[in-house]
């Protein structure tokens, strides 16, 4: 079954880079068009009606969320989200009827995609395209929230600057008015106080395991009770870093 494609993205190398992925879908995917912006992508699902588009959630004038809420609930197609922020909010979605790509795509994820799109597409045992109870006010509150936290830091080395995805940093230990910052590739001291850089980090990747010390979730490897009945936790560094749990947290710990 054959189906028509929309592709919306105020990035013209985006949009570039999804035709030539969509090319290897060629024998069932027409590209009816692309649109670079809200409006354009508004006026141009109306008068295209494709029966999917890739919609990019971040752009200048108005969002993705805004440009489904400027159609009617009739001119709404088959939605397949693009983004450059790998927010938990979009992925607590990912097994409803929408689903999301995480900028730049790869090949293997939009195949799965596509996937997704031939069981969702008009037919005597297609799936609903949008659920009864689905609220799209609710998935743009969430990833809302999400986006505010930091993708990466800014770390000044001379009169250097060097930028830190935050998937590369394995803890943070607070030293008074800095913090130390223990990352794959080596140690780095930044001048935010811990407390200060808590509220800007996600807390589904990183946690507040001592009133010194924040982890992240990936890169813990166990914990366990110490002889003297206190808890610690091993971390998967080249040193197997063990950290003690403060009391508060140790509930806290256990749920992640």
Sequence with gaps: MS????????????????????????SEVEILGE??????????????????????????DMDGFDVLHGLSKEEVP?????????????????????????KPVEQERLAAAIEKVRRRLPGPEAEPTLPQDFDWDKLRELVN?????????????GDRIVFLNLDEVIRFQSEEKYTTVYAIDGRY?????????????DPRNFVK??????????YIAE??????????????????????VSRSVIKKFRNL
Excluded: W
């Design 35 to 60: 649109a670079g912006s809200g409006a354009a992508a508004i006026q141009q699902i109306r008068e295209l009606m494709p029966d999917v588009v890739f919609l990019d959630i971040q752009m200048p």
């Design 209 to 218: 395991v001592h009133r010194s010390h924040i982890v992240a979730i990936d």
């Design 78 to 102: 088959l939605v397949v989200f693009t983004t450059a922020y790998d927010n938990f909010a979009v992925k607590a979605f990912e097994e409803d009827t929408v689903d999301y790509l995480l």
């Design 189 to 201: 001291v930044i001048d935010t106080p811990l407390i200060e850089l808590e509220k800007k980090l």
């Design 3 to 26: 189906f028509s494609v929309l592709i919306v993205d105020d990035e013209p190398l985006a949009r570039k880079r999804m035709r030539i992925l969509l090319e290897e879908f060629s």
């Design 223 to 244: 914990c366990r009770k110490t002889e003297q009945g206190k808890m610690v936790m091993i971390l998967k560094d080249k040193n197997a870093t063990q950290l003690q």
């Design 145 to 157: 929230r999400s986006d505010s936290y930091i993708q990466r830091l800014q770390i000044k080395i």
